[in-house]
């Protein structure tokens, strides 16, 4: 089936606005052209169909949400999914459990799915085709990483339901996490 034909996939992203994002989003613009258009984000619900309606899914999104605290996480070095994937990406080093947590907590009801790989908390930098391009990326990646001076913690406040496929995603709905 052509892809225009397929079911969307959702996510659920906490976007990343900040220097860390605007770091990221130019990175990404100059090593990966065509994925420029992508805001810094770190998925907490990689893509996936869902099994329900996007009203339903977003009620129990917002109903988890409304129970956690919001957290901070940092972001460590710069790694590779080879030889899975030819992504190039920054490690969250510093309460990675947490998005696990949250991750797990909502991989349920409307949204559960069955991942083909496991969940690792991760900022992506680009997913490139061939494996020689990836490890330039990461080259590159690395040593601009090693020379950023600001600051590597990332706040979670606010999730992004997002709709879409591929590269082209719209945002639904913000979700925020306020530990009520």
């Known amino acids: 089936m052509p892809a225009d034909l397929l079911p969307p996939q959702y996510a659920l992203v906490a976007y990343i606005r900040s220097p860390l994002?605007?770091?990221?989003e130019n990175l990404r613009g100059e090593l990966h052209p065509k994925h420029a258009h992508?805001?810094?984000?770190?998925?907490?619900?990689p893509p996936r169909p869902l099994r329900g309606t996007e009203a339903q899914a977003l009620k129990a999104?917002?109903?988890v949400c409304a129970s956690i605290?919001?957290?901070?996480?940092?972001?460590?070095?710069i790694e590779t999914f080879l030889p899975t994937t030819p992504t190039v990406f920054i490690r969250v080093s510093r309460a990675a459990y947490r998005l696990l947590e949250l991750h797990n907590l909502l991989n349920c009801n409307?949204?559960?799915?069955?991942e083909?790989?496991?969940y690792m908390p991760?900022?992506?930098?680009?997913k490139v085709?061939?494996?020689e391009r990836a490890h330039e990326v990461y080259a590159i990646s690395r040593d601009r990483w090693a020379e950023y001076r600001g600051t590597r913690a990332v706040c979670v406040q606010h999730l992004t339901f997002v709709r879409g496929r591929d590269h082209s995603w719209t945002d639904i709905a913000c979700v925020s996490l306020s530990g009520h």
Do not use: C, N, Q
């Open 21 to 24: 994002g605007d770091f990221v």
């Open 38 to 45: 992508l805001p810094a984000h770190l998925s907490v619900l």
């Open 61 to 63: 999104l917002s109903e």
């Open 69 to 77: 605290a919001p957290f901070e996480v940092e972001m460590g070095a």
């Open 110 to 114: 409307g949204l559960t799915y069955e």
């Open 116 to 118: 083909p790989l496991p």
């Open 122 to 126: 991760h900022l992506t930098i680009a």
């Open 129 to 131: 085709v061939e494996v």
